[in-house]
């Protein structure tokens, strides 16, 4: 599977081949370099490690300071795995957008959802609430209601959904589609959203 690492810099709107208004999240991917190249023979699998993003030393751990450096480059801040890479490149070698993608090619986005710390049940699982405002009600409006049944089984059972922590999770949008791409400018345009804040790391599969 092909892919590349980029860097979430916002939405826009653009015109499309025939003239429609649509709207695009722009992704920017400098050149990813290749850390790692795993083979069969030595791993098991065939793979392709790159990294993006420059990192300083003072962040990075020993460990990878030594990674990077056998690959003879400076120190990323992200690193994403990319198995049966159909493209043949050596260690430290660098990929560009368009050895990857072209316009019109349907992709997957692998990002970081915005986190939206401890949120109630009608803002994280759509709940109506109690929703009667007479009859004593009282404080009730966005409560969750009963939870759990009486002597049986005298518990709740797991995964009932409750309030919590919302966002901040893995999430993989697909069939997103290239609408346009910019190599002298390392921009890729996707149509549609994208998860993740602005400035985000994002990952694109093909």
Not at 2 to 15: E, Q, V
Not at 133 to 149: D, E, F, V, Y
Not at 183 to 190: A, D, F, Q, R, Y
Request: aromatic share 6%; glycine share 12%.
């Amino acid at each position: 599977m092909n892919g590349l690492i980029g860097k979430k810099i916002g939405m826009t709107s653009i015109f499309d081949a025939e003239g429609k208004y649509i709207a695009v999240t722009v992704v920017e991917a400098t050149p990813n370099v290749v850390t790692q190249v795993k083979t069969v023979d030595s791993d098991g699998y065939n793979s392709v490690q790159l990294a993006f993003g420059e990192a300083k030393e003072k962040n990075t751990s020993n460990q990878m300071m030594g990674h990077f450096k056998k690959a003879g480059t400076t120190p990323k801040r992200k690193v994403a795995e990319f198995r049966d890479f159909a493209i043949s490149k050596s260690l430290g070698d660098t990929i560009a957008i368009d050895e990857v993608f072209t316009e019109g090619d349907k992709i997957r986005a692998v990002g970081t959802s915005k986190g939206k710390g401890f949120q109630g049940v009608v803002k994280r699982h759509g709940f109506s609430g109690v929703g009667e405002s007479t009859h004593g009600q009282h404080n009730r409006l966005r409560a969750p209601g009963s939870i759990g049944a009486s002597a049986y089984p005298s518990k709740v059972f797991k995964g009932l959904r409750m309030a919590g922590r919302m966002g901040n999770d893995k999430v993989t949008v697909k069939n997103l589609r290239i609408a346009k791409l910019l190599p002298e400018k390392n921009l890729i345009l996707v149509k549609g959203a994208i998860p993740g804040h602005n400035g985000s790391f994002v990952v694109l599969e093909k």
